[in-house]
Structure formats: C-alpha cells, structure tokens
C-alpha cells in the first residue's frame, strides 16, 4: 500500500509536468501574450543538438511591480551593479520600483594595489573573424596560464568557444588540472576547484555572477568576451 502510494505521488508529479509543458507550449506556439518576444534557440553539440522554445516580455518593469513589489512586504536587492552613474534611476524604471530606501556603499578593496586589468590589443573581430578569434583566445589564454600557473577562471559566452578552448587547453597544458562546466554540477566543480589548488577553471552562464571563491585559489579571472546582449539577441531587437 505504501509502495502504490509512493507511486500515485509520482504519478501525479509528472502528470502536473505534462500539463505545465502542454500550456506552456500551447502559450509559446499561439504566441498569447500581448508584448512578449518568442523565438527558438538551437545549441549544437558534438553528438546532438538540443532546442528551446522561449517567450519573454519585452518590458518586465510591470510584471514585476505586479507579482513581487506590490505582493512582498519587504525586499532587499543588492548588487555590485545596481548603480549607472553612481544612483539607482535607471534601474529602478527599468524593474518597476517605485518606492524605497537606497544605500550606496563604496568598495572595501584597493584596487590600485589589489588588482591588475590586461587587455589584449588587435584582437581580431569576434563575429567577422570567428576562427582567427577564437585562436587568438587560445594563444592569450595559454600565456597567462604560464605565467599564473592556474589559480584562475576562464569565462565564455558560448558552450562552443569552451568545448574547443578546453580541447586545447587539455593538450598543451597537462601540467594544469582543467575543469570544465557541464561536466558536472556547478557546486561540485567550484568544490573541485577551491579543493586542488592551481586549477583552471572553464565556465559560462552561471559562472558569470554569484560565485564567489576566496583566498588564493581564485587569482585570475580570464573574460573571453564581454556578455553584452547583441543587437540581434530576440529582446533587444
């Protein structure tokens, strides 16, 4: 009896699934929202290509004053990047937020003596000059490893400027543990790494914001390209 309602429960999960997918689907295909944006995304594989149906609203400063500001009594958002030229305007008419207390704090680190930016000059063109491009990431890529010795994050915008900058990373630099997002789950790879000291490090999406590793085992934080929203990204255009 215990076993059959264990399996009802079950049953009854994934049915709810199906039906959320079947009007989510209906909702995308019959494009029923007034203002929204839709469009299919494809991510080619080495041995399969996955697709996603997307719909997103446009402007999203509505939704959210609807179904978060007007329903939760208190909400604190915090950001390295809340502020454009040092006050909240532009983000608070881009959310919806209407009302609020602001506090905006100053950086606790130096950077002049805490930090070093390099950027590389004449890279080529990342969307005229693809392969060149991404060879020269590569070749930038394996030098600062030189030099650092691991300890480092490397950041991408795409799976498929990974896959192939991890490939080579793998040859040429067996001396470096490699770490590659998508392998395994992301908590495990940032234990991984924080664990075996002079790792590398591969990531995209998620590794953008929201990780944090300190000490030493994070020293260097490669950015391939900046993850800007293109002009043909669906929403912006």
Same mark, same amino acid.
């Given at each position: 009896?215990?076993?059959?309602?264990?399996?009802?429960?079950?049953?009854? &999960?994934?049915?709810?699934?199906? +039906?959320?997918?079947?009007?989510?689907? !209906?909702?995308?295909?019959?494009?029923?929202?007034?203002?929204?944006?839709?469009?299919?995304?494809?991510?080619?594989?080495?041995?399969?290509?996955?697709?996603?149906?997307?719909?997103?609203?446009?402007?999203?400063?509505?939704?959210?004053?609807?179904?978060?500001?007007?329903?939760?009594?208190?909400? /604190?958002?915090?950001?390295?990047?809340?502020?454009?030229?040092?006050?909240? /305007?532009?983000? !608070?008419?881009?959310?919806? +937020?209407?009302?609020?207390?602001?506090?905006?704090?100053? &950086?606790?680190?130096?950077?002049?003596?805490?930090?070093?930016?390099?950027?590389?000059?004449?890279?080529?063109?990342?969307? !005229?000059?693809?392969?060149?491009?991404?060879?020269?990431? &590569?070749?930038?890529?394996?030098? /600062?490893?030189?030099?650092?010795?691991?300890?480092?994050?490397?950041?991408?915008?795409?799976?498929?400027?990974?896959?192939?900058?991890?490939?080579? +990373?793998?040859?040429?630099?067996?001396?470096?543990? /490699?770490?590659?997002?998508?392998?395994?789950? !992301?908590?495990?790879?940032?234990?991984?790494?924080?664990?075996?000291?002079?790792?590398?490090?591969?990531?995209?999406?998620?590794?953008?914001?929201?990780?944090?590793?300190?000490?030493?085992? +994070?020293?260097?934080?490669?950015?391939?390209?900046?993850?800007?929203?293109?002009?043909?990204?669906?929403?912006?255009?």
């Amino acid at each position: 009896k215990e076993k059959d309602e264990e399996m009802k429960l079950e049953i009854s &999960s994934f049915l709810s699934r199906c +039906l959320e997918i079947k009007d989510n689907l !209906r909702r995308v295909i019959e494009q029923e929202e007034k203002d929204y944006v839709y469009w299919v995304e494809t991510f080619p594989r080495r041995n399969i290509t996955r697709y996603a149906l997307h719909a997103a609203p446009i402007n999203i400063a509505q939704e959210l004053k609807k179904k978060l500001f007007n329903r939760v009594k208190v909400i /604190i958002l915090t950001s390295a990047t809340l502020t454009t030229n040092r006050n909240f /305007i532009f983000t !608070r008419e881009r959310i919806g +937020l209407e009302e609020g207390k602001e506090l905006l704090l100053d &950086s606790s680190f130096d950077y002049l003596k805490q930090a070093l930016v390099y950027i590389p000059s004449r890279m080529p063109d990342p969307w !005229r000059e693809t392969s060149k491009y991404f060879s020269q990431v &590569s070749k930038k890529v394996k030098d /600062i490893l030189k030099i650092v010795k691991g300890y480092t994050f490397v950041l991408f915008t795409s799976f498929q400027m990974l896959d192939q900058i991890y490939e080579e +990373l793998k040859e040429d630099e067996s001396n470096l543990k /490699i770490l590659k997002q998508g392998d395994v789950p !992301r908590y495990q790879l940032l234990e991984e790494f924080k664990k075996n000291k002079g790792s590398v490090l591969l990531g995209t999406n998620t590794f953008w914001q929201g990780v944090d590793v300190p000490g030493e085992a +994070l020293q260097c934080v490669i950015i391939t390209k900046l993850p800007f929203a293109v002009p043909n990204e669906p929403i912006v255009e």
